[in-house]
């Protein structure tokens, strides 16, 4: 399997609990992230929302979709959000929340493998290519919660961490 470790940054010139209360909110991403096509609730999990299983339906620049389902396996609020994947892709996504200041600093760690055979066929040629279109991804989720928020975007990185080691 094709494994990716990416990692996004979004700094946004907003009060952390806002910023916090967008990105925990996913059934609401739709409404402001391009490429968030769907959320469906699959489980409620407990009254903090552990367990709770969400299916996201996305779709980049690229001609396919991804579909996936999140085990939320940590929550605590305006510190970290985590889930564990399954689906298209299989692994851990992690929201961190921090301040520089009076900027909400935001990382979402992207640790996945691909279950798609046709994915694992050409990742040694396609790698950059779905790395690249998790970036416009990720970049339209930074531009749309800006307008959400109505606050400035202040910077987005998004690093493959497997070509920094």
Known sequence: MAEYRLLTIWRFDAPLEAVYAAIHNSPNWPDWWPGMQKVEEVAAGDAHGINSILRYVWQGRLPYRMVFEVRATRIEKYVVIEGSVQGDLEGIGRWHFSNEGAVSVIRYEWHVRSTRWW????????????IRNHGVLMRQGAEGLARQLDAPLVSQENIDLMAKA
């Open 119 to 130: 994915m694992n066929l050409i990742a040694p040629f396609a790698r950059s290519m779905f």
